[in-house]
């Protein structure tokens, strides 16, 4: 699986960006999808999955309620939508993707196969 995160640019706080994953191989339906950032200086910090069937999707406390994970089987692509966005969303945004997974252990990386190329979301006035 090869995938390219993309959509990342400047806002300001309070604004909103959404950022799609792509896939250029194999079908996501058979996949959880996870993303993670990484702020300057920091460690990778996962955000969100969604689970390969049911699409159940979790959360980290920090994002809850403003970021929303999808998937778009048909299109292949799966998306993090970012409502009312801090400056310390700021960050490379990559996905990743784990077959058959149900997003248990999902903050753990080495639970994923793939990962894209990460795409830069900065928050800032």
């Known amino acids: 699986v090869q995938l390219q995160a993309s959509g990342g640019g400047l806002v300001q706080p309070g604004e909103s960006l959404s950022l799609s994953c792509e896939n250029s191989r194999l079908t996501l339906e058979h996949y959880a999808i996870a993303w993670f950032r990484q702020a300057p200086g920091k460690e990778r910090e996962a955000v969100s999955c969604?689970?390969?069937?049911?699409?159940?999707?979790v959360y980290s406390h920090s994002v809850k309620g403003r970021f929303t994970i999808s998937k778009d089987v048909a299109k292949n692509t799966a998306y993090l939508q970012m409502t009312n966005l801090k400056p310390e969303d700021t960050g490379v945004y990559f996905c990743?993707?784990?077959?058959?997974?149900?997003?248990?252990?999902?903050?753990?990386?080495?639970?994923?196969?793939?990962w894209g190329r990460g795409t830069l979301v900065t928050v800032s006035s």
């Open positions: 969604i689970e390969y069937h049911y699409g159940r999707t």
């Open positions: 990743a993707a784990d077959l058959w997974g149900d997003c248990t252990s999902w903050y753990r990386a080495d639970n994923y196969e793939d």
